[in-house]
């Protein structure tokens, strides 16, 4: 077996160079890191700010990769997207996953815009 990290490197490596070519966004950031959390892919969408989780799965067997985005971790991406936000000043933003998934040796990519809402979170 791969090491996770390893694994999940290269699912980020893959989604990155998806995004690139397939939606045209701008890389801005890759593991952007603050007290608490991680965001694995930060975009530039014309004038919104995207912020990117990436989640893999080698089968659906589980479920989708995009299930495992819990309230939980949408909260620390939310928590980590503010201190981005408070850093750089765009706050025109919008909050994506890429999901990857391993089928028969392929890999798929099921890109998901708007994927939370980070309006409507509570912040207690």
Do not use: C, H
Not at 98 to 108: F, H, P, Q, S, V
């Amino acid at each position: 077996m791969k090491n996770k990290k390893a694994v999940g490197n290269a699912a980020e490596e893959a989604a990155a160079g998806w995004i690139e070519k397939n939606k045209g966004f701008v890389i801005l950031e890759r593991n952007y890191a603050a007290r608490g959390g991680e965001i694995d892919i930060i975009a530039l969408d014309r004038d919104t700010t995207v912020f990117v989780e990436v989640k893999y799965r080698g089968s659906d067997v589980s479920g989708y990769p995009s299930e495992a985005v819990t309230e939980k971790k949408q909260e620390r991406i939310i928590k980590t997207a503010m201190k981005y936000i408070s850093e750089t000043g765009n706050d025109n933003i919008r909050f994506d996953v890429a999901e990857i998934m391993d089928r028969n040796g392929r890999k798929y990519i099921r890109y998901i815009e708007n994927a939370f809402e980070w309006r409507s979170f509570r912040w207690n």
